[in-house]
């Protein structure tokens, strides 16, 4: 209270309610849902995307919060001394995964009538449902992640007794009907060299195997479905002589023998997920696919959750350009709202257009993931680039992104009673998982070199870029001529006699930008709502990286600022 007046001293003018919805708020995302999906299917997923967007924000975020807060244990021993090796969730965890599975984000995938009806549509409309229950909980959604992984790979590679018993356990809404997936691939001595793999396969009655070794990071170490790699006996060493295999662990039940958890991570951020470490002592195991392509059928699934990884980093991004806008409006300082002050304008204009772009990147991918998956051969190219191309980039942003709106917010942004803190933590580990920018550089490379991906994908920022948009003219033509510079560039790369390998990582950067712009310039040239949004992005993006001696255009940063978030 103040001494003099009585009046109690809040920190904002207004304190802002949580939003009722999400999706409503993101004029941007649903240029995104509107631009890649059909009528039909926008028809279909629109009540549902409302419906989640609602759920995140007034369900799964302080749920949370408390997940966050009471991770989950170990319990390796029943009271009778019995290995049990049970992981304890604190309920809020068990009542997300009730939320997001139900929501159908892995089941729609799998589900015969929504592919009839809407055809080549599964990963948009999955992502778009992830995308808006990420803002609220990333640790949840890896194991989200690894379900969807798993059920392709046995989708793929399964024998048809394994399709038809696993794949309806694995895209069940039904808590007491699934099955969660996992991928236990890194070992101690491998990290991101998974040829250096040493956990061994050798066969056992009729057509089983056993499995012996040690995993080292096993996210959702309690799943049921557990794909892992594993050398048979006798196979060549690296990723040549690894087999994939399925290890099944009964649902509610202790490990399958062979099995033992050893711990349980103590990490910085989604703590929420259960990330163990666990030894295999001749556990059964069922060889998915050939023996000798084991590592080709698990990156089936490494390429899947790369594209989650990207989804879930624009997810972090627009959760934490959400928190400072919303803040920001009704904080006042030095006579004003905190928003209304230019130099905060500027920042908040940056995150906005950064992750506007990002977002229509990534889902621009997961819409050539469906041309591939419904049997397109250039699209299957593209992929192969844009995937580490989208996870590199991402990444990082969502570091970037979540660190920002702690300064905009202030001392209060580095205190845990506000999301940012753990947006922040919750967004360290996405350069890491599924390869980091190094690993993925590298990828990106093999892509370019061995299936010429990047010629493919340089065609179409030139094909969205001519014409420009409206008011997006010049833009459009220095996002072409990047293009043809980034052509030119790796092809002199390819022919050097000693390749500078340092560059890549500023090659790759540029590659984003152009995708990034390009799709935005498409955007705004297909109209709606949101058109001017994506035009103040795409200029702002080009003035900020390829013209960074022109100032930013004030009605770009007012846009940016005034209509990036729509409050409820």
Known sequence: MNPKDGQAFQ????????????????????????????PGARDWIAPQLSKMGAAASLRVDPLSRIADRHSPTHRPYDAYGRRVDEIV????????????????????????????????????????????????????????CMTDGAARVVERYGTPEQRARVIPRLAAHEPDHLWRGAMFLT????????????????????????????????????????LTLARPDGAPAGTKGLALFLVERPHGAPPPPGMRIERIKDKLGVRSMATGEVAFEGVAAQLMGPADRGFKAMTVMINLSRLYNAVDSVAVARRAALEATRYLRRRRSFGKRAAEHPLVREALADLHAEQI?????????????????????????????????????????????????????????????????????????????????????????RACEKERAHTLVLEDVRARCAPGAPGLEREAELVS??????????????????????????????????CSVATLVEGARSGGAAAELLAASARRLVRRHLEPHRDPLEADTAVLVDAAVLEG
């Open 11 to 38: 920190v904002l003018d207004t304190l802002p309610e949580p939003h009722p919805d999400w999706y409503a708020s993101d004029p941007a995302f649903q240029a995104v849902v509107r631009r890649l999906l059909t």
């Open 357 to 445: 772009a990002a977002t229509h990147c990534v889902f621009q991918t997961a819409e050539h993931l469906d041309r591939a998956d419904a049997g397109s051969q250039l699209d299957e190219r593209r992929v192969r680039l844009l995937t580490p191309m989208v996870k590199a980039s991402t990444a990082r942003l969502a570091v970037t992104a979540s660190s920002e709106a702690i300064e905009l917010l202030g001392g209060n942004g580095f205190i845990e009673d506000f999301v940012t803190p753990r947006l922040l933590r919750d967004a360290q580990v996405l350069p890491v998982w599924e390869g980091t920018t190094n690993i993925l550089l590298l990828d990106m490379l």
């Open 187 to 226: 070992e101690k001595q491998g990290g991101s060299d998974v040829g250096a793999a040493a956990t061994r396969a050798e066969r056992a009655e009729g057509e089983g195997w056993r499995l012996w070794g040690e995993k080292w990071f096993c996210s959702n170490v309690d799943a049921e479905a557990i």
């Open 89 to 144: 969730h604190h309920p809020a965890y068990r009542e997300m995964e009730a939320i997001a599975y139900g929501s159908g984000m892995v089941g729609l995938k799998y589900d015969p009538e929504v592919r009839h009806r809407f055809p080549a549509s599964g990963h948009v409309l999955g992502f778009s449902l992830g995308y808006l229950f990420a803002q609220a909980e990333s640790g949840l959604y890896c194991p989200v």
């Open 481 to 514: 001529g990047l293009a043809g510079a980034l052509s030119d560039e790796l092809e002199s790369f390819f022919k050097a006699p000693t390749r500078p390998a340092a560059h890549l990582r500023r090659w790759a950067d540029r590659l984003m930008l152009a």
